[in-house]
């Protein structure tokens, strides 16, 4: 039996007069010629080459929920063959084609070949199954890293593998769900709509409320694979390490990995995390999170919100990416909770233009201490700080703390130097890992597992970025949202840092803070984007934000340099009046100058404060003017008031003249 569907939903799916499958989708006389059903005969490559990993009893397959390697251990050291079998066919698979690419070397073939074996190794990573698919994923985001004719091929892995069985989906929903299909939905389509490398993606309409949804159905048998694949890996990363002498703990990066992707598996904890993701960033502006029927969804079946759009490396939207960006940016160092597997196929470009998460199985948790370190690495790396940089890398878990940190200093300055040398809208991310290759390898730089999907998350990020122009870099896209942080955040660490950044070996470094100010300012989400080159505009937005509750730790570090200032003002006054009398007075003896070289310093300092406060005074009474009239006051009173009196007269006529 055929289920009615309504024309306008037809063609809002298929763009067609197809219709849809009911209950009864095992017969195939009731399906139309014109669509290709899937039958149990249809079989995928992955189920093809590797369906001898799934035969596991129920107990054994129920016991895979949750990540533990020692209980995947127990149960393929009772499976001995599969284990071996498993060893040959991924030995073999690669070593074959590890032989084809030496063969088109020493033949000068590499050119001519070079497409049809980008096209081979996709097939063998398909066959091999979702693990592998997984690693590639992540690979295929870095247009800057990988030969264009391999991105082409690796970029298919993202959300265009082989389905499997349509009848096998259909009877998961059945079985996780304990209902008919025709109870559940009103309407499905007869083929998934997309197919990646843990499930497939139907379209269905919900029977209780009529809603149209995504219906993901888990693959039969990837836990088993996976869990046999993490198993082999987990050796060889340990068989690397030693061989390397390698200072991370390769091992703990895949157990890390292995246990986001345990995670994904779970559809309930990814419906939850759906939920808490859609709370947490779902009200930025041009962000769509869709909403989880939770009530719907186990742990092999999800039903989520349905979102029309496109893929966002298919669309030139520079914008979305910056939307992207500062999405990641709230993610990591604001809340903490972040979407660790941001590639292409996870993230929609919508038709009404706003940017579309689709996918929440691989999730990562940023401790704050991290957060908070992170911010003080990526502030301490553009201002060439770099012996707080390295204090930075152990306080990250990046170094150990016996480490010698004056070595490391001195590495970091040499291979960073000129990567930060053209100014933080210009540092690349990826160039700077490359960088630190040699010293991480020399100082026994180590890998945190934590911050393995970190980075994982940062470098896809990036690389979609590149893939609409060639010279985006994203941490100097996310840097303006750092200095905003730091400027404003109430904790007492970033706070502590901000009071180091603007004072090496206790002067006031003001070219620092106006740098963080400035680069605050260009932390902008809105659709229209006006650069504006008018330093006054800029001097009012940067002194407005220092009026407001956020900028107080700001003002009070503006008005104690002002009182300083205002000392050293009224010290070279007196100086000044000192000398002219001296002139005056025939034969009088010289006196000493009241200044000292830190006066001096302070001077120069308020000389260039009062220039940014003078910009106010050329507008009239505007609103900022205001605020400027308002701002002196208060420096005024901090400068001049102990305990209700005026310390100084001259400085008291210079104010006047001034206000």
């Given at each position: ?128 199954g979702p693990a592998y698919i997984k690693i590639a994923q992540a690979v295929s985001s870095r247009p ?61 309409r919900l029977r209780s409320n009529g809603q149209v949804v995504a219906v993901k159905v888990q693959r ?258 996310t840097y303006p949202w750092i200095a905003r942080k730091v400027l404003t955040d109430s904790s007492a ?167």
């Open positions: 039996m055929l289920l009615n569907s309504s024309p306008s939903f037809n063609s809002f799916l298929f763009n067609s007069n197809s219709n849809f499958l009911s209950k009864n989708h095992k017969s195939q006389k009731s399906v139309p010629q014109t669509l290709r059903v899937v039958n149990s005969n249809d079989v995928d490559a992955f189920t093809e080459k590797s369906g001898y990993l799934f035969k596991l009893s129920s107990s054994e397959a129920d016991s895979l929920n949750d990540y533990d390697l020692k209980k995947i251990a127990a149960i393929y050291k009772r499976k001995p063959f599969i284990l071996l079998r498993r060893l040959f066919q991924i030995g073999s698979t690669f070593g074959r084609w590890l032989a084809a690419r030496y063969v088109d070397s020493i033949t000068e073939k590499s050119d001519l070949m070079f497409k049809i074996r980008a096209a081979e190794l996709r097939q063998i990573l398909l066959e091999l800057d890293l990988i030969p264009p004719s391999y991105l082409d091929e690796l970029s298919l892995l993202q959300d265009r593998i082989a389905p499997f069985s349509t009848e096998v989906a259909l009877n998961t929903i059945e079985q996780e769900l304990g209902l008919p299909i025709d109870m559940i939905f009103s309407e499905i389509s007869p083929e998934p709509t997309a197919a990646a490398s843990l499930g497939q993606v139907y379209q269905a039969p048998g990837v836990q088993a694979a996976i869990s046999l694949d993490i198993l082999i890996l987990h050796f060889i990363a340990g068989v690397v390490k030693k061989a390397g002498k390698l200072n991370s703990d390769l091992q703990a990066v895949v157990d890390e990995w292995a246990s986001s992707l345990f995670r994904e598996m779970d559809y309930i904890k990814e419906a939850k995390n759906g939920l808490k993701f859609r709370k947490l960033y779902g009200a930025i502006e041009d962000v769509i999170v869709p909403n989880m029927y939770v009530e719907n969804t186990t742990r092999r079946v999800l039903v989520m919100e349905w979102v029309e759009g496109k893929k966002l490396s298919e669309v030139k939207d520079l914008y979305l990416v910056e939307v992207g960006v500062y999405c990641s940016f709230n993610q990591l160092l604001e809340y903490g909770f972040y979407h660790a597997d941001p590639h292409p196929g996870n993230l929609l470009r919508t038709y009404d233009g706003k940017l579309a998460y689709i996918d929440f199985g691989m999730m990562g948790e940023f401790k704050q201490e991290f957060r908070d370190g992170f911010i003080e690495a990526c502030l301490h790396l553009v201002n060439r700080d770099f012996e707080a940089l390295a204090k930075d890398f152990v306080t990250l878990g990046l170094l150990p703390p016996t480490s010698d940190k004056e070595g490391v200093t001195k590495a970091l300055t040499g291979v960073l130097q000129n990567a930060v040398a053209k100014g933080v809208s210009n540092i690349s991310f990826g160039d700077l890992l490359g960088n630190l290759g040699t010293t991480m390898y020399k100082f026994k730089f180590q890998i945190p597992s934590y911050f393995s999907l970190v980075i994982r998350s940062l470098a896809v990020l990036e690389g979609i970025a590149i893939g609409f122009d060639p010279n985006y870099k994203v941490l100097g896209s660490q970033l706070r502590s840092s901000l009071q180091a950044l603007l004072y090496e070996e206790g002067v006031f470094r003001i070219d620092r803070l106006e740098s963080l100010l400035s680069e605050s300012l260009r932390a902008r989400t809105e659709r229209v984007l006006v650069e504006d080159n008018d330093s006054k505009v800029a001097v009012k937005q940067i002194l407005s934000f220092t009026l407001t509750e956020k900028g107080a730790f700001v003002r009070e570090i503006l008005l104690q340099e002002i009182a300083k200032g205002v000392d050293a003002f009224g010290r070279a006054t007196l100086d000044s009046l000192t000398s002219m009398a001296n002139t005056s007075i025939p034969f009088a003896a010289s006196s000493s100058s009241l200044m000292t070289k830190e006066d001096m310093v302070n001077l120069r300092t308020f000389r260039r404060l009062m220039l940014l406060l003078a910009g106010f005074q050329k507008n009239g009474g505007s609103p900022e003017v205001r605020s400027c009239t308002y701002f002196v006051r208060q420096s005024w009173v901090h400068s001049f008031s102990v305990q209700g009196k005026v310390r100084n007269v001259p400085k008291l006529f210079f104010w006047m003249w001034f206000i």
